[in-house]
């Protein structure tokens, strides 16, 4: 690990501490918060009754589900786009401020269309994804120096080996954040739907326990939930700054 | 064999069509180029006068408005036909291989046995003097390194013509001599024929059996100019007296070109005048 890593880890073992000291001497109330270690030991017993197996499948392949779809649906359509010069540019304003619309409002209506299911939060997960993928693809695909499908046509490649190995290699670095983003707001969106309605699945689990004042297993949660996407996206970070460092970006 | 005409163009023109409100752009010609088998040709000329374009049309990458493209005897037409090799003036090195893929790229490509690859691959970065950067990736080199690193890749595929768009650009002139006398190895060892577009006149004085002079956009060939060197030559040319001479020539022809080229007012065309 290098130098920086260890001071990283060094700050989140110290707010653990401070955390701690600050539940233990009763500056903050265990009825708002209870210590970290406490969290520990509560998210231990969870996982190893298996009480929480069933939500973290739901959660983990809805996830997956969304992810999945908004990496392929969204490279597809950003490559489609980017073919098609007068329709890219009559699609940009609504790609930039996709984000500004608070798409939670239409969850609701997708629970009616869909019924009480996975498909909404899929559904949610899969809208709050794709456009992040979408607009990667484009910056990646408009980065590609036009010379190199000058060398392409040297090698007489076709249309597809050109995509294969020329095109999608060039954009990777920026279809790799296209994916990690994609990752991050696919949790995101399940989770947050989970917690408005849902049948099952983490972000329900925490509702449901705060609901019911149970602030042991409704903090032990939001730890496991922190713990899993933080490892998730530290990972495909690393990956990400291997992949454009070795580019030189 | 002296003499044999490797690849023509004849009457080609090339205007860039309008796009997005911008007019045509007629980038070359008239003009007619007959580079013969195995010597070395030069074409200089002012920035934007249609030195890459006349490229690009001649390994087919880009169509002819006018006239007649022709490799080995056979039509140009919308490929890029085999046994040609081009090296781009923009940086085409691929940065998420590292320098010994990038040189193995074509070759992967034609389906050459692992072990061949390995050998031209080995025999290409020595030449161009980067084996002890096999395993770099091309953002660790310098500008002029990962240009060889794209000679190297044309290299390998044994084309039997070689374009090369001022492939030294990025380069001192000192190390530009230097990578000369690299070339002028590399084209008598593999006899092949080679194209070279350069802007420095001493560059092309010293490397080509032939020059041309080309005017400011839309490109024509003033003049072409014999140098007369042995096939055995290098870099030890600039200390006679004919490289002065002819040195001088080109820079007399293109002048008022390069002047035209800058918005200088001269007309395009004058120094055609006047040198004749
Ligand atoms: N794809 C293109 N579309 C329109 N104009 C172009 C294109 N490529 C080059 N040109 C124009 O054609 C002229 C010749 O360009 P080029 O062949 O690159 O010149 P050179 O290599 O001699 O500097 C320039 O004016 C340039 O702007
Ligand atoms: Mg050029």
């Not at chain 1, 069933?54 to 490559?79: H, K, M, Y």
């Not at chain 1, 190199?148 to 290699?169: C, D, E, F, S």
């Not at chain 1, 696919?186 to 849902?198: M, N, Q, R």
């Amino acid at each position: 690990m290098t130098r920086l890593a260890w001071i990283r880890l060094a700050i989140v073992f110290a707010a653990f501490a401070v955390l701690e000291w600050l539940v233990q001497s009763g500056r903050i109330s265990t009825h708002t918060m209870i210590p970290p270690t406490a969290m520990v030991t509560e998210l231990w017993a969870l996982l190893a009754s298996g009480e929480l197996t069933g939500d973290l499948v739901q959660t983990l392949s809805n996830v997956a589900i969304a992810c999945l779809l908004s990496v392929t649906v969204g490279f597809a359509t950003g490559a489609g786009v980017h073919a098609v010069p007068r329709l890219r540019r009559a699609l940009d304003p609504f790609l930039t401020t996709y984000y500004a619309v608070p798409f939670f409002v239409f969850y609701p209506l997708l629970v009616f269309i869909f019924g009480m299911n996975n498909l909404p939060m899929i559904a949610i997960g899969f809208m709050f994804a794709v456009v992040a993928m979408i607009i990667n693809t484009l910056n990646g695909l408009d980065k590609i120096p036009r010379v190199y499908a000058k060398v392409a046509r040297m090698h007489q490649m076709g249309r597809l080996a050109t995509a294969l190995r020329v095109q999608i290699p060039a954009a990777m670095p920026n279809l790799f954040t296209g994916l990690k983003l994609s990752v991050a707001y696919s949790f995101i969106g399940v989770i947050a739907a989970e917690f408005i309605l849902a049948p099952g699945g983490l972000g329900y689990a925490i509702s449901f326990a705060y609901d019911n004042f149970d602030n042991e297993t409704m903090y032990a949660l939001m730890l496991f939930i922190l713990v899993l996407v933080t490892a998730i996206n530290m990972t495909l970070h690393s990956i990400e700054q291997r992949l454009l460092r070795r580019q030189g970006l | 064999m002296a003499g044999e005409i490797h690849a023509r163009l004849s009457g080609v023109t090339r205007v860039y069509p309008a796009v997005a409100g911008n007019p045509p752009v007629h980038a070359l010609g008239p003009i007619d180029l007959e580079l013969r088998r195995g010597e070395f040709f030069s074409i200089v000329g002012p920035s934007g006068c249609g030195k890459s374009t006349c490229m690009d049309v001649l390994a087919g990458l880009s169509p002819p408005s006018e006239g007649e493209v022709a490799f080995e005897g056979k039509p140009v037409k919308g490929n890029v036909p085999d046994g040609v090799g081009a090296v781009f003036q923009e940086d085409a090195s691929f940065p998420w291989l590292t320098v010994s893929d990038n040189v193995a790229f074509g070759l992967r490509r034609q389906g050459v046995d692992g072990a061949e690859i390995a050998k031209r691959v080995a025999y290409a970065l020595g030449f161009m003097g980067l084996r002890d950067f096999a395993q770099a990736y091309p953002a660790q080199l310098s500008g002029g390194m990962r240009q060889r690193v794209c000679i190297a890749r044309t290299l390998v595929l044994q084309p039997r013509l070689i374009l090369l768009d001022e492939p030294f650009g990025a380069l001192d002139a000192q190390t530009r001599l230097l990578m000369g006398d690299e070339l002028l190895r590399l084209w008598r060892e593999t006899g092949a024929t080679v194209l070279l577009i350069t802007h420095a006149l001493d560059e092309a004085t010293m490397l080509s059996d032939r020059i041309g002079a080309m005017s400011a956009r839309p490109g024509r060939f003033l003049e072409t100019i014999e140098t007369g060197w042995p096939r055995d030559r290098d870099s030890s040319m600039l200390e006679g007296e004919t490289f002065g001479h002819i040195t001088g020539r080109l820079w007399q022809m293109l002048r008022a070109e390069s002047k035209a080229a800058m918005g200088y007012g001269s007309e395009p065309g004058q120094a055609d005048r006047e040198a004749g």
